[in-house]
């Protein structure tokens, strides 16, 4: 196991946002890192010295989540606004629009194979996408309360959600059944996802707990109580070996899991902290909070060799692999108050000589953008048509869109001539906006359905199962 020889430092400040960070993710190249705020745009953070930064206009409301795709060609975004967007991340900021959600998006997530994202609403719904066709696949309907995230496992057979309702689901996205439920009568959680082997889940809990759960046996592992408010986000090491969690407290935490402690506190945000993420390789995380701050921190505590113990779990990613070392938790669930031996970090108090980054910023308007909803799924054009290259995971493409292609393509279409500028007769126009709207007024409907047809389905099985109880009693009276 590592030793924690180094302790992890605060490396730089990003300044350019107006209002809290809601959310933030690295690129899977660690050289950009991508920011979600409540002023309701996206920004591309380069580490290049010197390097623009981009700023992507388009919600309409806050921006509550955001993630690159596994391949880095995508950014997805969740918005207040009730869409979810997909941007391609250059200077261009090209955009499609999906629109299916009938409340605030609050959760985007890329499958690991980049082929599928799942979005989760205040509509109570978790909404699954194909990135291949563009078009909506199947909704989840369980959570009696507004679903705050849901995260794909490993290996995209599992989504693990937490919702209001103070449950936490595990779905199979096979058969679309909800195979798990973890239920807190204390709070509930604002933020849950898998381990890198997919063998356990963490949550961040409103009720200031941080725990961490065995899917496969449905057992509660560890229960940590380290933060004085409530807990908004967490991130694994990409060994397994760390959590790091953001609190309402203004403080980070790194815990260590396999000694089942608390390892260090971080402070340099005023205050709460929204979002933290570790860099794809761990050597990295970045964390933002209502100050408006993104701060940039070098690990140092861990020099196991991640990589190598990676692609080992990459191999035992079934649901019944047999435990090994990093799935050895302690065997009965207890809390974990703040120890002694734990290292405190203020940056503030020391005097480093900080990089402190307010590049220049650079406005993105994109008006040239696709939109699908949940009745009308946008449909795979015919080989050689332009949307060959933009939206699909590189991976997916035939020989004949090839990234070269692609790039290519891209780089033709720049000389076109933009939406705005295309002579499409007004009349046209008005039509195809009106059918926009009626499509979007029958999505509503349609969902609404599906959550009335839900509700109706549980009180059915509530009566069902008075009737047995009544049925038993009357039994055991006779």
């Not at 745009?41 to 390097?51: E, G, I, T, Y």
């Not at 002694?340 to 005097?351: A, C, G, H, Y």
């Not at 926009?436 to 029958?442: A, D, H, K, T, Y």
């Amino acid at each position: 196991m590592a030793s924690a020889t180094e302790d992890p430092v605060l490396e730089r400040y990003f300044k350019g946002h107006k209002a809290a960070i809601t959310s933030l993710d690295f690129s899977p190249n660690g050289k950009q890192l991508t920011t979600a705020s409540w002023d309701t745009f996206l920004m591309l953070w380069n580490f290049k010295p010197h390097a623009r930064a981009y700023r992507y206009v388009g919600h309409k409301d806050v921006v509550t989540s955001v993630q690159f795709s596994p391949h880095g060609n995508l950014l997805a975004s969740a918005s207040r606004d009730r869409t979810v967007r997909l941007w391609i991340p250059d200077k261009r900021g090209k955009f499609s629009e999906f629109k299916a959600h009938t409340a605030p998006v609050r959760s985007v997530d890329f499958s690991a194979d980049g082929q599928f994202l799942a979005t989760a609403s205040e509509d109570k719904s978790i909404k699954v996408w194909s990135m291949y066709r563009q078009r909506f696949l199947y909704s989840l309907y369980r959570h009696t309360h507004w679903v705050r995230c849901a995260k794909f496992s490993p290996d995209g057979r599992l989504i693990v959600s937490c919702s209001e309702d103070k449950t936490i689901k595990i779905w199979d996205t096979t058969n679309k059944q909800c195979v798990n439920n973890f239920s807190d009568s204390v709070g509930f959680a604002n933020f849950v996802d898998f381990n890198p082997s997919g063998t356990c889940i963490a949550s961040a809990g409103s009720d200031q707990t941080v725990k961490v759960w065995d899917v496969r046996v449905n057992k509660l592992l560890q229960h940590y109580q380290v933060h004085s408010g409530g807990v908004n986000c967490i991130s694994f090491h990409p060994s397994g070996n760390y959590l790091i969690t953001a609190s309402s407290d203004g403080t980070l935490k790194i815990l260590d899991l396999l000694e089942g402690r608390l390892i260090y506190t971080l402070q340099g945000h005023m205050g709460p902290v929204f979002t933290v993420s570790f860099s794809k390789g761990g050597e990295l995380f970045a964390s933002g909070g209502a100050d408006t701050q993104v701060l940039l921190w070098r690990t140092n505590f861990d020099e196991l060799p991640y990589k190598g113990l990676n692609k080992r779990n990459l191999k035992r990613l079934h649901f019944d692999s047999p435990p090994h070392l990093l799935d050895i938790y302690p065997r009965t669930p207890h809390p974990h108050e703040e120890k002694v031996e734990t290292v405190e970090i203020n940056p503030k108090l020391e005097v480093i000589d900080l990089q402190i980054s307010t590049p220049p910023v650079v406005d993105i308007l994109s008006f040239d953008s696709t939109t699908t909803t949940e009745t009308s799924g946008r449909t795979l054009p015919d080989k050689g048509e332009e949307a060959c290259g933009y939206f699909l995971n590189p991976s997916l493409l035939s020989p004949e869109c090839s990234p070269t292609t692609t790039k290519k393509k891209t780089e033709d279409m720049s000389d076109l001539p933009c939406e705005s500028q295309r002579s499409i007769p007004l009349a046209v126009t008005d039509a195809l906006e009106h059918i926009m709207e009626q499509l979007n007024v029958l999505t509503q409907t349609v969902s609404i359905l599906e959550q009335r047809l839900t509700l109706t389905e549980d009180k059915l099985k509530d009566c069902l199962e008075n009737q047995q109880k009544l049925f038993r009693a009357v039994q055991q009276k006779s």
